[in-house]
């Protein structure tokens, strides 16, 4: 095995790192500061992630996207670097999640419930919220094509 191949398999990535790749994948996430901009001005952001090595421009433009809503904003601990290499960039400051389960794994998988408490409880009411819509769409589906029991 080829040292670049030996590197980039044991690379160290976080859990939640983790989360942002198969985000990205799945295509529920937007990633660079115009991209993020946009999805947080319409709504439908449901957490900002900062990396740590982020100018403090950056994570004051974060705090403004997110100001006013029920958006939220977190500082990550990993560096530019490491947020890009999950995601297949060179790096990456600022990164948007638009879907709340995701939004909460993300924030659970950082490990300081005491630090991100906030988030972490305004994530979980929508988390619940979305499930039991969900809930209610599919028995609304099985009562328009079966008919509802009384």
């Not at 991100?116 to 969900?134: F, H, W």
């Amino acid at each position: 095995m080829t040292a670049w191949k030996r590197k980039w398999r044991w690379a160290p990535v976080d859990k939640a790192l983790n989360y942002l790749s198969l985000a990205r994948k799945a295509g529920f996430a937007e990633l660079g500061e115009e991209p993020v901009g946009a999805i947080a001005r319409t709504g439908k952001a449901y957490l900002i992630a900062v990396a740590s090595d982020a100018s403090d421009h950056t994570w004051r433009r974060a705090k403004s996207y997110a100001a006013g809503t029920d958006q939220q904003c977190i500082r990550l601990s990993c560096t530019k670097e490491e947020m890009g290499f999950v995601v297949g960039r060179t790096s990456l400051a600022i990164a948007a999640i638009t879907d709340v389960q995701m939004a909460l794994a993300l924030v659970k998988a950082l490990g300081q419930p005491e630090k991100y408490k906030a988030s972490l409880e305004v994530l979980t009411e929508k988390a619940a919220k979305a499930k039991k819509r969900q809930a209610e769409a599919k028995a609304h589906k099985r009562n328009v094509r079966m008919g509802k029991k009384k």
